[in-house]
């Protein structure tokens, strides 16, 4: 006979067990992946985790690392010098799927198979997280966005039980590469890109590190598997498509930089041969193009030593946007030309060549349109440097 001690204990574990199954039912976990947007702030796509109650009367919410308060003091200030937060906000999924149903981006869902652990180490991170001094967070591109802090969850919630498979044989690709994936539509924001970034993005980023872009972490979690917990499951049980419309033609503006730069550089080339028939210099064209040139190299030049983006430094684009050129700018708009000016132009040379140089040894890749720009400043500090002389400049 079975004592009724055990008969108790027995009775009392399988009470346990049904009511940690029953909490398992209770809630179903998912990853959202939205697909990127037509404007550069939407152009990278979007994650955000869905926490659905199950049950008619069951909330149903979107957890998303990727808002930010307007009205944070010194909004424009703090984001142009990298020290602007993000925060985890809370919506219903209703009004999160909206938003994306108007602008007629597809969403895509991942159902998460997680036990009833895995699913309240979650919900309780999440909800941890939420606390408004936990929310904020300190926002990278690159290391901490939107995508990444959803992979930081998971990974703090399933520990070593969650093992992402990475593929055996993938193409190298380098986060600028990556990028481009996304924006080689968009010329003037990729150019703008390239010329903020500096060559600290031009290393091969790891599968892991390929995650802060949404579509890659749908790929990972595709992959990935969960072990220790019994046999090992994928760790996405489904897939289904939440939002989907008909892929729109999406052609480059005509109106784009290979075409604008390479007319500047058939418009210095005229005038730099035109010049050299009539014995003019024409170096009010030079003066225009090292004023912007110099203006540009302010900008990169704040944005390598004086803000907190890690993505910014070591930008070798100052090697042909340089601030002095604004120094070369001061010297040809005097009536008289000064020794040091000729001794300048060489040095705008020098660097012009060098950052050829890096290019080819890949040291930083550049943006492509900018070849016909790095020839002008070639050519134009060769030919005033050895027409110049010591001549002034009145004539000119």
Not at 374 to 382: A, D, Q
Request: with cysteine; glycine share 6%.
């Amino acid at each position: 006979m079975i004592s009724k001690s055990k008969i108790t204990v027995f009775v009392f574990l399988l009470i346990i067990m049904g009511l940690t199954q029953a909490k398992a039912q209770l809630y179903e976990i998912s990853l959202l992946t939205c697909d990127p947007g037509k404007e550069l702030y939407s152009s990278f796509g979007h994650s955000a985790i869905r926490l659905r109650e199950i049950g008619s009367e069951g909330q149903d919410l979107v957890f998303n690392f990727g808002t930010f308060d307007f009205r944070t003091p010194n909004f424009y200030g703090k984001f142009a010098t990298g020290k602007l937060d993000y925060m985890l906000s809370v919506s219903t999924y209703a009004e999160f799927i909206r938003e994306y149903d108007y602008y007629r981006r597809d969403v895509r869902e991942q159902i998460l198979g997680l036990n009833a652990t895995q699913m309240d180490l979650l919900i309780q991170h999440l909800w941890t997280q939420y606390d408004p001094a936990r929310r904020y967070y300190r926002y990278d591109f690159f290391f901490n966005n939107c995508a990444t802090k959803i992979r930081d969850a998971f990974e703090i919630s399933l520990g070593n039980q969650l093992v992402w498979n990475d593929p055996p044989k993938v193409e190298e690709k380098t986060f600028r590469n990556l990028i481009d994936e996304y924006v080689y539509l968009l010329p003037w924001a990729d150019l703008g890109i390239d010329l903020a970034l500096g060559s600290v993005i031009d290393r091969n980023a790891t599968e892991r590190e390929r995650q802060f872009l949404p579509d890659y972490m749908e790929a990972a979690f595709a992959n990935a598997t969960i072990v220790g917990d019994g046999p090992t499951r994928p760790l996405v049980k489904e897939s289904r498509v939440i939002l989907e419309y008909p892929d729109e033609e999406f052609k480059m503006d005509p109106i784009n930089p290979y075409l604008i730069f390479w007319g500047i550089a058939i418009l210095f080339t005229g005038i730099t041969f035109f010049g050299h028939k009539k014995k003019r210099h024409f170096v009010g064209f030079d003066v225009a193009l090292f004023s912007i040139l110099g203006i540009l190299g302010l900008v990169v030049t704040f944005l390598w030593f004086f803000t907190d983006h890690s993505a910014t430094k070591w930008n070798w684009n100052i090697l042909w946007v340089f601030p002095g050129h604004l120094v070369l700018v001061w010297g040809l708009m005097k009536k008289t030309l000064q020794p040091w000016v000729r001794k300048y132009l060489l040095f705008a040379l020098i660097m012009a060549d060098a950052a050829v140089v890096f290019w080819i040894l890949g040291w930083q890749s550049f943006h492509p349109s900018l070849i016909p720009i790095l020839l002008v400043i070639i050519l134009r500090t060769n030919y005033l440097y050895y027409n110049l002389g010591s001549k002034t400049l009145k004539s000119t």
